[in-house]
């Protein structure tokens, strides 16, 4: 789970995660990790002074003892006497050492004078000492044994009797054999029988035969560990002690000095945001605190106080500033639905005209357009096309774009061809033009009767033409200069005949120039290939199309140019028996679908349509002619025209309906869920939801008064 924010956490949470919990916490986690350290040096020095002293009176000890014998008696005779008879003696019989057999052996060693001599001095001088052992032994190399000679150790498990021997490692034997007499002599070892033991020890004769007598003494460890260990207790519990005083201490400083001083900090900045958001009068709630710290913490509070009094002066100039924008986007909202409206009307301009279909569009960069678009009738077969381009952005391309827009039109009703047009708006532009901005221009004029489109170019984007059954390609016409850049200049006009089905695409350098957020242009291959993908679709489609196109390539980057569109449909003057061939009116009735299907089925059949496909199409034209009948004219009736087309490569039916009922666009209803049962399913809108899932392609559009529903179904 995420973690909890503090205004998220409870009380007991905000305790247990608060600044003086924290300090204990860290406090108590630095003592322990400082006493730990001190307890481990303190006895590692404990332990090596004890040890030290251990040694030292273990040597001392066998010194004394040797020193002592020396001037007594001779230990060497019975020393070889019992080596002469433990070497005697065979690996089966050494084994034996301990039993009542073996000491037999050595008893004339135990009944001798001077045994009972070293045996009692030796006695004494342990018994006066702290060492657990004092004795006098042989250290054998050559069978890796110390054998003993005296020992007056009474403790019944730990006395042996002489000539009695255990085995003795290879180190510890060479390190007493080859003593050079500097330092202390001692070995450190551990048994199973004795524990931790230190040896220390003098010779006690001479040497002979890899052997060597010894006087040694020993002293247990354990009791120094026992010492270690009672004294790790006492600091323990003295460092409990000191650690929770020390941490209770240091924690209740750090409250007053750093918590209590940062809690009111955050206390007064709660309050001002509440004060700001409540919208009372400015206060000062970071002047008023008594902060007297003499730190950091101190120079926050004086920061914060200052920062108070910045905001509430920013606050008052923003606040001044949000006036002006608002006022400034009211206004430039005002200029958005000025230069909208200057603009005609592009959604069913001419509906009395259907030898022509036109659709145009503009999209500022900014608030406030420059580009503009224009078309308009001179009379009942004349229609004027304009599309233009005016430099630079906002405002002032605005007011130049829409003086430009009046000044065109004028001249063009006024009987003006194209250049002659252009030619006197450039005039009129360069004399006052101290601004010295420009405008490029695409104006055209198209003859509805012939389809002759006459036009002249002022420096704009090269038109892009589209005959029937062809592709959407660039017309690179002589191109003029630039209206208002410079007085004088002649332009040239040309002529294309469109032919009755021909689209012509008009833009501004918006379209080719978008760019992505690589820097990378949409371009006019792309635009070129956008235009043929789409086809002979209607010029409301063949724009949306475009326009998508280029937001997608867009994406998130920012827009710096205008987009303006313009698109037409010469549909020309078709005769009555060709159109009838493929078009039938009747009445938008239930009991007319039979006669609807006839007529589609008899233009399928003779394209050799599969009857799988021929059956998904009669029943979307089922469904489309019966919502014409239940809806369209309701509760009155009307007339209703199907009419059928087919394309070739690839092949595919196309059936369009149409109506002059009221305007409704049935693919905007939301498909209905069919995974839901039955009973929970919402009336209505399966129809025409099995249209679209069964028709490759199904569209709207409400057009010179009607409601235009095309179905196409690929073969």
Known sequence: MPEKSIREMSARERARHSLASKAFRATMLGTVVLGLVTLLATQGLYFYVLFSQHIGEAFSLSRSAATVLGEVVDTEPLAREVMDTYRALSDEERVQTGTQDYRGRFARVTGSADYREIYTILGALLSSS????????????????????CDPDERETLTFAPGEWEPLGGLELEKFLNWDGNGRLYDISYTKNYGWLCTAGVPAGESAEGAQCFLLADISLDNILHRMRAFALEYLLALLVIMFLFAWLQTRHMRKTIIQPINAIADAARDYVRDRRAGAAAAEHFSSLDIRTGDEVENLGMVMADMERDLSEYMEDLSRAVAERERIGTELSL?????????????APFPEHSDFRICASMTPAKEVGGDFYDFFLLDDRRLALVIADVSGKGIPAALFMMASKILLQEHVKSGCGPARALAKINEQICLSNREEMFITVWLGILDLDTGVLTAC???????????PNGDF??????HGFVIGGMADVPYTEYELKLEPGARLFVYSDGVPEATDAHGELFGMERTLRT?????????????VQVHEAVDLFVGEAPRFDDMTMLCVEYVGQRTEEASSMNELTLEAKIENIPTVTDFIDAKLEA???????????????????SNIANYAYAPSSGEATVRFSCEE???AAVITFLDRGVPYNPLENR?????LPVEERQIGGLGIFLVKKTMDVVSYEFLDGKNILRIKKYF
């Open 671 to 675: 498909d209905p869920d069919v995974t």
């Open 457 to 467: 170019n002022a420096g704009h984007e090269y038109p892009i033409l589209r005959q």
């Open 607 to 625: 394209l050799d349509c599969p009857m799988k496909t021929q059956m998904q199409i009669d029943m979307a034209v089922d469904e489309v002619f």
């Open 473 to 478: 390609e660039l017309v690179k016409d002589k």
């Open 649 to 651: 490569a690839p092949r």
């Open 130 to 149: 702290e060492a657990d052992d004092l004795y006098l032994a042989v250290l054998d190399g050559q069978t890796s044994a110390i054998v003993y000679v």
């Open 531 to 543: 235009l043929n993908r789409v086809g002979d679709r209607d010029p409301q489609t063949i724009l």
């Open 335 to 347: 200029a958005t639905r000025i230069q909208a409206a200057m603009l005609p009307d592009a959604s």
